[in-house]
């Protein structure tokens, strides 16, 4: 299995699992990506599966406050990533009549999220992107579809609930509890949730299993309470 990431301490956890090759790629840059994706597909010796999990949680701010230097960088590596590793392992998939797509969006992509407009608007387009490709692909045997997260547990989700707060200006706490009062299920999900249905999504068991975006979140009933 061949793995990237921007952040060398990742790359470094991610390396000492057996059988597994870590990369520091910045996947914000389209050609390195792509010299990344033909040197994993080379080394493998082909593709079955392609996980698209990469994003950033971009600015926290009002809309007007957002530059569209921040805008563009939560996109190329939310969204573009997405795009750029998909195109190229297609025409291996293709050929072989066989394989599975699967792209990380958001409850964000289901739903609005007011202070991080790009954010929301990546993820929106990631399942815009899956929908599409399981059009193209499924007369070949490949599917494509989308798992959507939602308030993972982690540090990632408590500096994202940090910034909210500085945002709004109001205590962490009060933000911590809005979003588990959204859902059905009152805690965050675990990461090893989001991992067990990709491994589904990738496997023969869901082999009519294509163009869907699937929320793994307890069920969010509202995404958004003051």
């Known amino acids: 299995m061949q793995v ?3 952040d060398p301490a990742a790359v470094e956890r991610a390396g000492a699992v057996p059988n597994i090759t870590a990369s ?4 914000a840059e389209p050609d390195t990506l792509s010299d990344w994706v033909d040197s994993a597909m080379s080394d493998m010796r082909g593709v079955d599966v392609l996980v698209n999990n990469a994003g950033i949680a971009g600015p926290t701010a009002p809309v007007e406050e957002v530059t ?4 563009r960088h939560c996109l190329a590596v939310g969204l573009e990533s997405h795009f750029v590793t998909s195109r190229l392992v297609v ?3 293709k050929e072989q009549g066989s394989g599975a797509i699967v792209c990380i969006s958001s409850t964000a992509g289901q739903y609005g999220y ?11 387009a990631v399942i815009g992107l899956v929908k599409s490709l399981a059009i193209e692909l499924g007369p070949y045997g490949v599917r494509a579809n989308a798992v959507c997260p939602g308030s993972v547990d982690g540090p990632r989700m408590q500096g994202v609930i940090d910034a909210e707060a500085k945002a709004r ?10 979003y ?6 009152k805690r965050f999900v675990d990461a090893d949730e989001i991992a067990d249905l990709c491994g589904f999504l990738a496997s023969p068991e869901a082999a009519m299993i294509t163009g869907q975006a699937i929320a793994v979140d307890g069920h969010t009933e509202t995404f958004r309470l003051s």
Do not use: F, H
Request: proline share 5%; aromatic share 8%; with cysteine.
């Open 68 to 71: 569209i230097e921040q805008w």
């Open 114 to 124: 007011g202070l991080r407009t790009p954010y929301a608007a990546a993820k929106w």
């Open 24 to 27: 520091q790629v910045d996947v």
């Open 4 to 6: 990237c990431d921007v």
């Open 180 to 185: 588990l009062r959204g859902q059905s299920v």
């Open 91 to 93: 025409p291996a998939l």
């Open 169 to 178: 200006g109001t205590d962490r706490d009060v933000v911590e509890k809005n």
